[in-house]
């Protein structure tokens, strides 16, 4: 593609035929996107997604009274940066983990209600997770997630 953009016969012809195309696709997209209730949804869906990550980053960022990253420097900036992602992708993987085993749970149990309901459910969610305190890790202690989902119920009207 880059060779056929740099032939020196007719400069600009095929640049401006690319821009053509371009505008064609775009434009078949938004008619798409207009006619179609599915793909407006589904777009509205992923940017309320988006925002709510960005939500949890910037609650995670306030978390013990803080505004802004921690750090004066690059490179203290970029580890705070890279230690709130870190933070933010584990409270999705362990709400992922615990949607994972509900919704197995109520497949086998063939609960139709309790799927759909499942399907509107983001793992994008911080509610239950106390980020203030004091934090102890050893390696005694295990997260059993099975005994968390057996205590989980789902509203279901």
């Known amino acids: 593609m880059f060779g056929l953009c740099s032939i020196p016969i007719r400069p600009g012809i095929f640049e401006a035929a690319l821009y053509e195309l371009d505008k064609l696709v775009r434009s078949n997209q938004i008619l798409q996107y207009l006619i179609d209730p599915n793909i407006i949804s589904t777009t509205h869906r992923s940017q309320n997604r ?15 009274g803080k505004k802004h990253l921690i750090g004066k420097t690059d490179w203290a900036l970029e580890i705070s940066n890279q230690c709130g992602r870190l933070i933010a992708n584990v409270i999705i993987h362990y709400n992922s983990m615990i949607l994972s085993k509900l919704y197995d749970r109520y497949k086998a149990e063939n609960n139709q209600k309790a799927l759909k ?40 009207r």
């Open 50 to 64: 988006l925002e709510s990550y960005h939500q949890l980053r910037s609650d995670i960022a306030q978390a013990y």
């Open 117 to 156: 309901m499942l399907k509107k459910i983001s793992p994008i969610a911080w509610q239950h997770i106390h980020f203030q305190g004091r934090l102890v890790f050893s390696d005694s202690a295990v997260i059993n997630l099975d005994e968390i989902v057996k205590s989980i119920e789902l509203a279901i």
